[in-house]
């Protein structure tokens, strides 16, 4: 068997604290005493509620007051000292390791009721339940004992009582203070965004059911609106229930991670809402709330993370506010009818280009001093429009914001830096991620409209009266003869197989820089495989899932 680094430098010590007193033997209360000043070893003891430091006072004062000393310089092996690691070794084994770690030893010094050592731990009220129980998955579970029994049988309180983890040892483990770190100038502002705040606020002043839900789509600013709460609340800026309220972000996968045994999450989960009743005025935010649903629960068991919260919120002791997609809102939320009807749902709509320039402007400052550059206000509006016509997977504002980062850091990646961002920066970039040639990404369309004509039929070859239409009704919707709504134009090509109309479609996307999506209505022919267009109807699979 082989020794786990940290064990062998534990050992180590060992000898070298012995060879230092000039004891005789070396003992288990050695390897305890030194393994007392490893980081692992005391935070495993912190866990469990035990004082490092008179655990250390009283195994010093026992090895020097029990240990022979002599003058000789080699230092032997006690048979207490042989027999723990004869019994680490076996644990080790047991669970099928070949090297002896230094929990290992832990166990086996708690496991041999002749040590000093072993006293001292359960003297601080360790259980060996608990003990193997943080080494395995890191939960502590049992409530700590307060008084011992004495020998006349009377209930006596230790000298040192064991510790818990404190309700503010979760807070900081598993939540964010939001309203911190607005104090501190560490969230983003939040611009355009004022009536959907003062809707926010308004439903947390409300007497029921004063916990708001944003829906929207991924990137269209949910979580920022809970950031500009906070600011808010810094500024004073609420009405004068909400002053001195306190906003914490809650992170469920953090509250997920580790628990493999049944029971865990119930019992994090638990303690993290009884902290979050101790503390007056406070405001929850979930973000991804939807993973609420069915989180923690085991095999049929109904009982989740929601099941849990639900009564905080009838009782209205905490106010939470919750974020999530349209799509995971109707595939998980919005099923759970006792949960949804305790949010009130506030739409967060995508902002158009205009919104977006000015939430761009206010951010840019701190984009500015990253990348140690200048944006001038013509690249900003170059950011907006283009990523809403290129970058068609994503939304407003996040990837403009996002194409505003990636030309900065395209910039300091360059040979040549430019102090100065300017719109042609901006195209290069979007040409780049999105895998076009350099160039044909234009922020001004003047002149690709001008010279469309010419570039289609360069492409497209005996079709010049379909093409001249399709121009001239293309140049008609630029010129601003349609409504913002409406598509550009469209259009019905009829002809026999062969002629050109696919083509000419898959030409008029390519020029005009919008994608392109064919459907081919022969696939459509049966019944059934409509519902690949319109979703399966109630009754059949996939129901729920939509077109």
């Not at 022979?68 to 099928?96: C, D, W, Y």
Request: net charge neutral; proline share 4%.
């Amino acid at each position: 068997m082989r020794l786990e680094k940290r064990l062998n430098n534990i050992i180590l010590s060992a000898f070298y604290e012995a060879r230092q007193e000039k004891h005789e033997y070396i003992t288990p209360e050695h390897i305890f005493y030194s393994a007392l000043f490893n980081e692992d070893i005391v935070e495993l003891l912190e866990d469990l509620g035990a004082d490092i430091e008179y655990m250390k006072s009283e195994m010093k004062k026992y090895l020097n007051e029990n240990i022979p000393r002599i003058e000789s310089k080699e230092v032997i092996q006690s048979e207490g000292f042989q027999k723990l690691l004869n019994m680490a070794a076996t644990k080790a084994v047991s669970s099928n390791r070949e090297t002896v770690e230094i929990v290992d030893i832990l166990v086996a010094i708690y496991d041999t009721p002749e040590s000093f050592a072993s006293f001292v731990m359960k003297n601080e009220g360790i259980e060996r339940y608990d003990l193997l129980s943080v080494i395995s998955h890191g939960t502590y579970e049992n409530e700590p004992r307060t008084y011992h029994i004495d020998e006349e049988g009377e209930e006596i309180e230790p000298e040192h009582k064991r510790k818990t983890p404190t309700p503010e040892k979760y807070l900081e483990t598993f939540t964010t203070d939001l309203t911190e770190l607005a104090r501190k100038n560490e969230l983003d502002p939040v611009i355009g965004r004022e009536n959907i705040l003062d809707r926010t606020i308004q439903v947390l002043l409300r007497r029921n059911k004063n916990n708001p839900i944003h829906i929207g789509e991924p990137g269209v600013g949910k979580t920022a609106i809970t950031h500009g709460l906070a600011q808010r609340i810094v500024k004073g800026d609420v009405p004068e229930k909400l002053l001195d309220h306190t906003i914490l972000r809650l992170d469920i996968g953090l509250l997920l991670a580790g628990t493999k045994y049944r029971g865990d999450f119930e019992d994090r989960m638990k303690k993290i809402l009884k902290a979050f009743e101790n503390i007056k005025n406070l405001i929850v935010f979930i973000d991804e709330i939807h993973s609420l649903v069915g989180a923690g629960s085991a095999g049929n068991s109904n009982i989740d993370a929601s099941s849990m919260l639900k009564p905080l919120l009838t009782e209205g002791k905490i106010k939470c506010i919750g974020a999530t997609t349209y799509e995971e809102y109707r595939k998980h939320f919005e099923k759970d009818a006792a949960l949804s009807r305790r949010f009130q749902k506030i739409d967060i709509p995508e902002p158009d280009i205009p919104g977006t320039v000015e939430i761009l402007k206010g951010l840019i400052s701190r984009y500015e001093s990253f990348h140690n550059v200048k944006y001038i206000e013509e690249s900003l509006q170059a950011a907006a429009e283009l990523s809403a016509r290129y970058i068609n997977d994503r939304f407003l504002p996040d990837k403009a914001i996002d194409l505003i980062d990636e030309t900065g850091a395209a910039n300091s990646m360059a040979k040549k830096r430019s102090r100065t961002i300017t719109p042609r920066h901006i195209e290069r970039t979007v040409a780049f991620t999105t895998g076009k040639k350099d160039g044909s990404v234009k922020i001004n369309r003047f002149k690709m409209l001008k010279n469309l004509n010419k570039t289609i039929s360069l492409k497209l070859f005996g079709q010049q009266q379909a093409v001249e239409a399709v121009v001239n009704a293309v140049k008609k919707s630029y010129a601003g003869f349609r409504p913002v709504q409406k598509p550009v134009a469209s259009f019905l090509f009829a002809g026999p197989t062969g002629v050109g109309k696919t083509e000419l479609a898959r030409v008029l996307a390519q020029e005009l820089g919008l994608p392109l999506h064919r459907f081919d209505m022969s696939e459509y022919q049966e019944k059934h495989s409509v519902a690949k267009l319109i979703g399966a109807p109630p009754g059949y699979v996939g129901y729920d899932e939509g077109g």
